[in-house]
């Protein structure tokens, strides 16, 4: 079998269907234009905040928010470029497309306000899900849902607050479009994908999230094989049907992608590099890579340390290689172990970057940390965030999700915590004597952490 490790071929031009070619040369950008992007882009951020010097604080301050934004935006130059069909750009899965009022305000609320602010949130508005995946982070929580009043203030909220970029989740939440479209209109502005199986949707909701201003649809999908797919989520047909519902999305003018979750084992087998032929066939954009987590239905698995470490190195590489011009034509892979890396944002949880809001109100660090800081149907997002980012309050390059996975796993079982997240009650015992580890080098260097 071939290590997995060693660079794949580039899949020649004639060798992807001829109808595909032309659009993704023109989407996924790489080598001197991307260094000309870069460049119009300093000088784009320069002229739009030069108007706002004095509410920055001055010229100074203005000069430091600029410097702040080309080492933070430098980081994403390892990624190909993404155009959009508007002409924007974007330069990170997790950042809102360049020129946006979404991306200006990320780069002023995370580089010139004091502490920095999370872009970015993971909003779960329903746990309805006709999926049964063994490994879903929520398989534990409460079915419990926010009231829609009280889910529109914290969207609000969580808008006045600075987040900009936002990922709708449930469970499906095309299965209670009754709750989403109003979250969708209330976030007219930021830039949203939504998480979806694609059951229950139809032309209907895909024209009312196209008028929302949706950007992009996540779907999962774990194995390229039919039938081991099917059997994963315990629907038979769900992975014709999650491929047709992205062809859909795709032709409604949507950015679309996998959210895929590959056990060590697959990885070792070349996994990925089947994951990212199926998905440039059906003309994606971005592939969502997430290693395997002790949370949710997996709380008490564990993983072999050394196969754990081989399949993240493979993850990596692959990141480097289908980021390169090398494969242009392919879709671009966020792998997480990459994107968390040392070298990249390291841990981003907690506020730091982001963080998790699950459909019954529990603010988690993440989705894949289940403890919770508090429940916003009974207390504001203010105290509840204050909280967290005692616990979180410098970036750093270990993961929790990780690392503390045993520890969370025993407090459950001996406090008898059958549903998820653990209490806040619960969690401020346990995370009172936490260690988070390294600092990030990029926030260490930038200085808007202390």
Not at 15 to 32: C, E, L
Not at 188 to 217: C, F, R
Not at 286 to 315: N, T, V
Request: glycine content about 6%; overall charge neutral.
């Amino acid at each position: 079998m071939r290590d997995p490790l060693d660079p794949k071929p580039s899949v020649p031009a004639q060798s992807v269907p001829a109808q595909s070619v032309p659009a993704q040369s023109a989407r996924f950008i790489t080598g001197f234009a991307k260094t000309l992007f870069y460049a119009r882009m300093s000088v784009g951020s320069a002229l739009h905040f030069l108007p706002q010097v004095r509410r920055l604080g001055g010229f100074r301050k203005y000069v430091r928010l600029l410097m702040r934004a080309a080492r933070l935006t430098r980081i994403f130059y390892v990624h190909k470029l993404l155009r959009l069909p508007d002409g924007r750009h974007k330069l990170d899965f997790y950042l809102p497309a360049y020129p946006s009022e979404a991306f200006f305000r990320t780069m002023e609320t995370k580089l010139a306000e004091v502490p920095p602010r999370p872009a970015t949130v993971v909003l779960s508005m329903t746990r309805a899900c006709r999926y049964r995946c063994p490994h879903c982070y929520q398989g534990k929580d409460s079915a419990e849902e926010m009231p829609l009043e009280r889910l529109l203030e914290v969207v609000r909220e969580l808008r006045e607050f600075g987040i900009t970029a936002w990922a709708v989740e449930g469970g499906d939440p095309l299965l209670r479009f009754d709750r989403l479209l109003p979250v969708l209109q209330e976030l007219s502005g930021s830039e949203v994908w939504v998480n979806s199986t694609g059951m229950g949707a139809d032309p209907e909701k895909l024209a009312a999230m196209k008028a929302a201003q949706v950007v992009g649809i996540m779907s999962s999908v774990h194995f390229t094989d039919p039938l081991r797919h099917d059997a994963f989520t315990g629907v038979p047909g769900s992975w014709e049907r999650t491929m047709d519902f992205l062809r859909d999305c795709r032709n409604a003018g949507f950015l679309t992608g996998f959210n895929t979750v590959l056990t060590d084992e697959q990885i070792l087998d070349g996994e990925i590099d089947r994951v990212m032929d199926l998905a440039r066939e059906r003309q994606c954009d971005y592939i969502q890579l997430i290693h395997p987590k002790s949370c949710g239905r997996w709380l008490d698995q564990e993983f072999a340390a050394e196969k754990h470490e081989r399949a993240k190195e493979i993850a990596c590489a692959a990141q480097r290689r289908y980021n390169s011009a090398r494969e242009r034509h392919a879709p671009i892979l966020a792998a997480q172990v990459y994107e968390e890396s040392p070298e990249m944002l390291g841990c981003t949880c907690g506020g730091i970057d982001r963080f998790y809001v699950g459909s019954s109100g529990e603010v988690q660090p993440c989705e894949f940390l289940n403890i919770s800081f508090g429940n916003l149907t009974r207390e504001p997002f203010s105290t509840i965030y204050g909280r967290m980012r005692k616990v979180f309050a410098i970036p750093c390059e270990n993961w929790p999700c990780c690392e503390k996975a045993s520890e969370i796993a025993r407090a459950f079982a001996e406090n008898g915590v059958q549903t998820a997240p653990l209490p806040w009650e619960l969690t401020e015992k346990l995370t009172e004597n936490w260690e988070m580890g390294t600092p990030t080098k990029v926030y260490s260097d930038i200085g808007i952490y202390s």
